[in-house]
């Protein structure tokens, strides 16, 4: 241990040389069945093409905090890193290097591809590991995984083949949403839906033998029109009675189409007629199902349009558009353009707008897996924080739809499923084959990959060695909570619910910890679009991980989003430094201090601290239990900036200058040190950089703090009789501070005190007067009964029923003091006059905007309680 730390805190420099010291120690490490309690979490695996941004400085920031704070609790706790292959981010970030390169995928081929994709991964792909380690997040990274190592590789074919042999995985033409540019299907969570302007496009469709009779229908996307096989109407709807069974003739192409009667038309939206494009459209696919409608696919993969499209066939879908809606206005089917503002699906990735279309691909069938995972939370073995999720997840499971889970890339687990060229079998196997085990025909493997939250949903057993039976899958599974954003909860926290109980049996985590998203101060979410983005790395090299975390802490609430404020950071930063430089002072005065020593008898500060200190740190326990994090946050920083630097530094500094009471100053030694040590194993989840640098520096127990003993103080320390009689102490002397800024008393200036109490009170401030004396600059100190003659010429506050009195007389320059305040009510006075002015002029009222007029008045109320107040205050100095 040395004596003292650097006079200044270097962030830089202390977070590079610990954390060195953790990973170096193995003090993140994990191992099974060691007596201890197991503690789990999984990491969210970030993309393995990705850079830290501000959601996952906080998503992390969380799950590190109860890490930390569960190991030093005594608990086994394993924190799993790794990341994911990001299948479609992935293969897009490769293809724009090839694109530089002047080639493409295809001019490589498939398995050069790969071996391009694995160079960029082992290059590139430990960039946000090594971002996840500034900011001191304690992962086992000795255990790290990837999704497409061998094991979580062996995982996926293991899930894929027994869902398969289970009924729940099957092949089969169906509508699904389409990339055009990245030339795959997506599932419906990897579609986001924005609201865009656009057109509702009204047409008329005459009725077969009767062109002067007709339908209307409305489409925002008249390219579709192309693909019609119906027209559908509600069976109660008496408009179109007579209709149904007859035959419309699709404009343009001569098309006939049937009238349908079908439940799921709304008979009171637009005409009530509704167009069916069941190749373009899932709804229409599930209507023209129960029809036995054709499937006329008339947009192309590329995004353009097929050779069923006729004249249009080669266009690009929006140039048909325009191009068939100036036909349809020509042929005089056009009825009319409505704005129309609608929700626009985009790929998630690369956020081109999303075509409905039908092809062939593998699905997984949700409701035989989607009904245990609503169990599972409906009775209480998965809860929600906040618990307001619970129907988010639950409405979300009751109506899914059968998950899309093949696409069209090459970078991912490719689908383990051959097809025999001879005799046309599909073979699913655990094993890769050269030959259909039916005839002995060659046989080719599905070109396609599985969605990338396939392997993901795996993540809580795959990265503990399922489908081995390992001592990790053991002793950590089920994970203990997972910690995530409310935007991946269909995406990721859904699927492993499902695939845990699917093949280990059991729930994956007892609990989601639901965050929200961190926008910037306005409000707004931070994207590339806006410019509005914060770089964590560019806050952690100017203020440091600590100051960022803590941050990222204050304020933060289970499930809500929070907004970023520069303010608030630099307020963390000054609190970094306000806890360095207090135990700099500390560890300056703790020459010759014993800790094995028993301390002296404790002073009624010494008292007050034990107790706030305990009180306090019971508070963080059960706010870290229940996973109020912010408020375990907030309750740190107001014990250690006000109650132990603020009051009982400054209590304790008589008694350590005070070289001839040895025993006095061993005591203010022995409580300096051991609320400053338990206190920074409090503050070490939050800011684990600076409070190991402290920590190391006091007298303490072992290698780290990483590993020291969380704090249980004993209950006996919170002492309510101290902490109430304290209370009265720095009420009274907060009331003399104040009485004293108020007159501009020069802070060396000493300045007597008249304290008028009742009893309980009186004794109180008699034993502890030393207190006022020394932080309120009070000098002589008195205390009297409440009965007492009240003092003439002072002035005075009452605080906690006692009566605090400053006698002015010989303390001011009367004079000055007048002349000053005269000053300042001639300034007043002017104001006063001008905004009155403003105010009885009618024509800037009848003018004004309401706000402006209201802004006006409270001006002058202000400007005339201050006068008031400044006249009270002159008449008083008159009579001195």
Same mark, same amino acid.
């Given at each position: 241990?040395?004596?003292?730390?650097?006079?200044?805190?270097?962030?830089?420099?202390?977070?590079?040389?610990?954390?060195?010291?953790?990973?170096?120690?193995?003090?993140? !490490?994990?191992?099974?069945?060691?007596?201890?309690?197991?503690?789990?979490?999984?990491?969210?695996?970030?993309?393995?093409?990705?850079?830290?941004?501000?959601? !996952?400085?906080?998503?992390?920031?969380?799950?590190?905090?109860?890490?930390?704070?569960?190991?030093?609790?005594?608990?086994?706790?394993?924190?799993?890193?790794?990341?994911?292959?990001?299948?479609?981010?992935?293969?897009?970030?490769?293809?724009?290097?090839?694109?530089? *390169?002047?080639?493409?995928?295809?001019?490589?081929?498939?398995?050069?591809?790969?071996?391009?994709?694995?160079?960029?991964?082992?290059?590139?792909?430990?960039?946000?590991?090594?971002?996840?380690?500034?900011?001191?997040?304690?992962?086992?990274?000795?255990?790290?995984?990837?999704?497409?190592?061998?094991?979580?590789?062996?995982?996926?074919?293991?899930?894929?083949?027994?869902?398969?042999?289970?009924?729940?995985?099957?092949?089969?033409?169906?509508?699904?949403?389409?990339?055009?540019?990245?030339?795959?299907?997506?599932?419906?969570?990897?579609?986001?839906?924005?609201?865009?302007?656009?057109?509702?496009?009204?047409?008329?469709?005459?009725?077969?033998?009767?062109?002067?009779?007709?339908?209307?229908?409305?489409?925002?996307?008249?390219?579709?029109?192309?693909?019609?096989?119906?027209?559908?109407? !509600?069976?109660?709807?008496?408009?179109?009675?007579?209709?149904?069974?007859?035959?419309?003739?699709?404009?343009?192409?001569?098309?006939?189409?049937?009238?349908?009667?079908?439940?799921?038309?709304?008979?009171?939206?637009?005409?009530?007629?509704?167009?069916?494009?069941?190749?373009?459209?899932?709804?229409?696919?599930?209507?023209?199902?129960?029809?036995?409608?054709?499937?006329?696919?008339?947009?192309?993969?590329?995004?353009?349009?097929?050779?069923?499209?006729?004249?249009?066939?080669?266009?690009?879908?929006?140039?048909?558009?325009?191009?068939?809606?100036?036909?349809?206005?020509?042929?005089?089917?056009?009825?009319?353009?409505?704005?129309? $503002?609608?929700?626009?699906?985009?790929?998630?990735?690369?956020?081109?707008?999303?075509?409905?279309?039908?092809?062939?691909?593998?699905?997984?069938?949700?409701?035989?897996?989607? *009904?245990?995972?609503?169990?599972?939370?409906?009775?209480?073995?998965?809860?929600?924080?906040?618990?307001?999720?619970?129907?988010?997840?639950?409405?979300?499971?009751?109506?899914?739809?059968?998950?899309?889970?093949?696409?069209?890339?090459?970078?991912?687990?490719?689908?383990?499923?051959?097809?025999?060229?001879?005799?046309? +079998?599909?073979?699913?196997?655990?094993?890769?084959?050269?030959?259909?085990?039916?005839?002995?025909?060659?046989?080719?493997?599905?070109?396609?990959?599985?969605?990338?939250?396939?392997?993901?949903?795996?993540?809580?057993?795959?990265?503990?060695?399922?489908?081995?039976?390992?001592? *990790?899958?053991?002793?950590?599974?089920?994970?203990?909570?997972?910690?995530?954003?409310?935007?991946?909860?269909?995406?990721?926290?859904?699927?492993?619910?499902?695939?845990? $109980?699917?093949?280990?049996?059991?729930?994956?985590?007892?609990?989601?910890?639901?965050?929200?998203?961190?926008?910037?101060?306005?409000?707004?979410?931070?994207?590339?679009?806006?410019?509005?983005?914060?770089?964590?790395?560019?806050?952690?090299?100017?203020?440091?991980?600590?100051? $960022?975390?803590?941050?990222?802490?204050?304020?933060?609430?289970?499930?809500?989003?929070?907004?970023?404020?520069?303010?608030?950071?630099?307020?963390?930063?000054?609190?970094?430094?306000?806890?360095?430089?207090?135990?700099?002072?500390?560890?300056?005065?703790?020459?010759?201090?014993?800790?094995?020593?028993?301390?002296?008898?404790?002073?009624?500060?010494?008292?007050?601290?034990?107790?706030?200190?305990?009180?306090?740190?019971?508070?963080?326990?059960?706010?870290?239990?229940?996973?109020?994090?912010?408020?375990?946050?907030?309750?740190?920083?107001?014990?250690?900036?006000?109650?132990?630097?603020?009051?009982?530094? +400054?209590?304790?500094?008589?008694?350590?200058?005070?070289?001839?009471?040895?025993?006095?100053?061993?005591?203010?030694?022995?409580?300096?040190?051991?609320?400053?040590?338990?206190?920074?194993?409090?503050?070490?989840?939050?800011?684990?950089?600076?409070?190991?640098?402290?920590?190391?520096?006091?007298?303490?127990?072992?290698?780290?703090?990483?590993?020291?003993?969380?704090?249980?103080?004993?209950?006996?320390?919170?002492?309510?009789?101290?902490?109430?009689?304290?209370?009265?102490?720095?009420?009274?002397?907060?009331?003399?501070?104040?009485?004293?800024? *108020?007159?501009?008393?020069?802070?060396?200036?000493?300045?007597?005190?008249?304290?008028?109490?009742?009893?309980?009170?009186?004794?109180?401030?008699?034993?502890?007067?030393?207190?006022?004396?020394?932080?309120?600059?009070?000098?002589?100190?008195?205390?009297?009964?409440?009965?007492?003659?009240?003092?003439?010429?002072?002035?005075?506050?009452?605080?906690?029923?006692?009566?605090?009195?400053?006698?002015?007389?010989?303390?001011?320059?009367?004079?000055?003091?007048?002349?000053?305040?005269?000053?300042?009510?001639?300034?007043?006075?002017? +104001?006063?006059?001008?905004?009155?002015?403003?105010?009885?002029?009618?024509?800037?009222?009848?003018?004004?905007?309401?706000?402006?007029?209201?802004?006006?008045?409270?001006?002058?109320?202000?400007?005339?309680?201050?006068?008031?107040?400044?006249?009270?205050?002159?008449?008083?100095?008159?009579?001195?």
């Amino acid at each position: 241990m040395e004596k003292n730390i650097p006079t200044v805190y270097d962030p830089k420099e202390v977070e590079e040389k610990w954390y060195k010291h953790w990973e170096d120690n193995g003090l993140f !490490h994990a191992e099974p069945d060691t007596g201890r309690t197991p503690f789990s979490i999984v990491i969210p695996p970030p993309n393995v093409t990705g850079q830290l941004h501000m959601g !996952h400085a906080l998503d992390n920031t969380l799950q590190d905090v109860l890490i930390r704070f569960r190991r030093m609790q005594g608990y086994e706790a394993l924190w799993m890193p790794g990341s994911d292959h990001a299948g479609i981010a992935t293969q897009i970030k490769v293809e724009e290097v090839l694109a530089k *390169e002047g080639v493409s995928r295809y001019d490589l081929g498939r398995e050069k591809f790969i071996d391009r994709v694995w160079d960029w991964k082992h290059e590139y792909g430990g960039r946000i590991i090594n971002q996840l380690k500034r900011l001191g997040a304690s992962c086992d990274w000795q255990r790290e995984r990837f999704t497409m190592d061998e094991g979580c590789s062996a995982a996926v074919r293991e899930v894929f083949v027994s869902l398969y042999e289970k009924g729940l995985i099957y092949q089969g033409n169906r509508i699904t949403n389409w990339c055009p540019r990245c030339n795959t299907a997506l599932s419906d969570i990897e579609v986001e839906h924005e609201e865009k302007p656009g057109n509702l496009y009204h047409v008329r469709y005459p009725l077969e033998g009767r062109p002067e009779e007709y339908v209307t229908v409305a489409t925002t996307r008249p390219e579709t029109i192309l693909g019609d096989t119906a027209v559908a109407v !509600h069976p109660e709807d008496e408009r179109y009675k007579g209709l149904v069974g007859r035959y419309l003739i699709l404009p343009v192409v001569g098309r006939r189409l049937p009238i349908v009667a079908d439940e799921y038309v709304d008979p009171s939206f637009g005409t009530g007629a509704v167009k069916v494009t069941p190749a373009h459209d899932p709804n229409d696919f599930d209507m023209g199902l129960r029809h036995q409608l054709p499937q006329v696919v008339v947009i192309a993969p590329d995004g353009t349009m097929t050779a069923e499209a006729g004249k249009y066939a080669g266009m690009d879908r929006y140039e048909c558009r325009k191009a068939l809606v100036r036909d349809l206005k020509e042929l005089g089917n056009l009825v009319k353009i409505d704005e129309h $503002l609608h929700a626009v699906g985009q790929c998630q990735r690369c956020a081109t707008v999303v075509e409905p279309l039908v092809s062939k691909q593998w699905f997984v069938r949700m409701q035989p897996l989607a *009904e245990p995972a609503i169990a599972a939370v409906a009775d209480g073995r998965i809860k929600f924080v906040p618990e307001r999720f619970t129907r988010v997840y639950t409405n979300w499971l009751e109506n899914i739809r059968d998950w899309c889970i093949s696409r069209q890339i090459w970078w991912g687990h490719r689908i383990p499923a051959w097809y025999c060229e001879g005799c046309g +079998e599909t073979v699913v196997s655990r094993e890769d084959i050269t030959a259909c085990p039916k005839c002995g025909g060659k046989v080719e493997q599905d070109p396609d990959v599985l969605d990338t939250w396939f392997s993901s949903a795996l993540w809580p057993f795959s990265t503990m060695g399922w489908p081995k039976k390992t001592p *990790e899958l053991d002793y950590f599974y089920p994970t203990s909570v997972l910690v995530t954003g409310y935007d991946i909860i269909f995406f990721w926290v859904a699927r492993m619910i499902f695939m845990g $109980l699917e093949f280990m049996d059991d729930i994956p985590f007892g609990h989601v910890f639901i965050h929200g998203l961190v926008r910037d101060g306005e409000g707004r979410k931070m994207s590339k679009s806006l410019g509005n983005g914060i770089d964590p790395l560019d806050v952690i090299e100017k203020y440091g991980a600590d100051t $960022l975390r803590f941050t990222l802490m204050t304020g933060n609430t289970p499930g809500n989003d929070m907004r970023f404020y520069w303010e608030r950071v630099e307020s963390s930063r000054n609190f970094a430094n306000k806890i360095w430089n207090a135990s700099r002072f500390v560890m300056m005065n703790l020459e010759g201090f014993d800790p094995a020593k028993a301390p002296g008898e404790y002073t009624l500060a010494d008292r007050w601290i034990l107790s706030r200190y305990a009180r306090t740190a019971a508070e963080v326990t059960a706010n870290l239990e229940r996973f109020e994090l912010g408020e375990a946050a907030r309750s740190l920083y107001e014990f250690i900036w006000n109650e132990y630097c603020d009051w009982y530094i +400054e209590t304790a500094k008589a008694r350590l200058y005070d070289k001839e009471n040895a025993a006095a100053r061993a005591t203010a030694q022995y409580v300096l040190w051991y609320v400053l040590g338990n206190t920074l194993k409090l503050l070490h989840p939050f800011m684990p950089f600076i409070s190991e640098a402290i920590w190391q520096h006091l007298p303490h127990e072992g290698e780290s703090i990483v590993r020291a003993a969380w704090p249980a103080p004993p209950a006996e320390l919170q002492d309510d009789a101290a902490e109430a009689a304290m209370g009265t102490v720095m009420e009274t002397i907060k009331a003399i501070r104040n009485m004293r800024a *108020e007159v501009n008393v020069p802070p060396g200036r000493k300045s007597e005190v008249i304290l008028l109490a009742a009893d309980g009170q009186r004794e109180v401030l008699t034993a502890n007067a030393q207190y006022v004396r020394t932080l309120a600059a009070a000098e002589p100190v008195t205390v009297q009964p409440l009965t007492a003659a009240k003092p003439e010429n002072a002035m005075t506050a009452v605080v906690s029923g006692v009566e605090v009195y400053l006698p002015l007389r010989g303390l001011i320059d009367v004079e000055k003091e007048t002349a000053r305040l005269g000053k300042e009510r001639e300034s007043l006075e002017k +104001e006063i006059a001008r905004v009155a002015g403003k105010l009885a002029n009618e024509s800037f009222v009848a003018k004004a905007p309401a706000e402006v007029i209201e802004k006006e008045r409270a001006k002058e109320r202000e400007y005339r309680e201050k006068l008031a107040a400044i006249s009270e205050r002159l008449a008083y100095l008159a009579k001195i």
